[in-house]
């Protein structure tokens, strides 16, 4: 013969109370937690995106000053600079970011000559260097192709436009002013200079 034994569990009044005050506890966890995260993860977003826009303008001015240095004082250069600025900003950085191009005369040390002597193209407009264009206007005109001097013996170039201690070609250089626009609700805009400078390639 078998038993059949019932028991009735009892639920204690308090358990709901319990359960609710976790659920309730955890909310408030969560609430305090979610603004951390989703910083976290937007600032290492935005850090990226940063980080990727520093390294192509780095990129970009290295291409440039090379351009220069190799063009001299050639009619064209300043638009050759500044298409190559251009082909050398891939997305995610634009075109349409750049303030402006400065091309400059540096010191032996690479900073810029004090008085600066330097051409400064700002985005927009047209800019035409015989049968090449490109899209920026000239806004300062300090260090036009004529003067640049490629001449290793200096014979023919002016000291004004060179460092003190240079005693052959010229070292030019490529900035690039740009404003980075932020792709995350962190903020809105960082303005960014970044610049590369080299010896012009001598005529012999």
Known sequence: ??????????????????????????????????????LLLFGIIEFAFMLNAQ???????????LIAAEA?????????????????LNPPTAEGNVAAVHI??????GGQLSPVREQIYTSGGSTSCGSISAPYSLSTSGYPYTV???????????????????????IIGVQIDYTYRFVTPLGSTINMSVSNEMRMEPVL
């Open 104 to 109: 400059f005369s540096a010191t032996e040390t």
């Open 72 to 88: 001299g004082n050639n009619e064209a250069a300043d638009c050759l600079i500044l298409k190559k600025v251009n082909e050398d």
């Open 1 to 38: 013969m078998r038993t059949r034994i019932n028991l009735d569990r009892h639920h204690s009044p308090v358990q709901p109370r319990l359960d609710a005050r976790g659920r309730g506890q955890a909310l408030v966890e969560f609430a305090l937690i979610f603004p951390i995260f989703m």
């Open 148 to 170: 640049r001097c490629n001449d290793l013996d200096r014979g023919t170039c002016s000291t004004g436009f060179t460092g003190l201690s240079n005693t052959g070609v010229d």
């Open 55 to 65: 390294l192509s303008l780095n990129y970009a001015t290295r291409d440039a000053a």
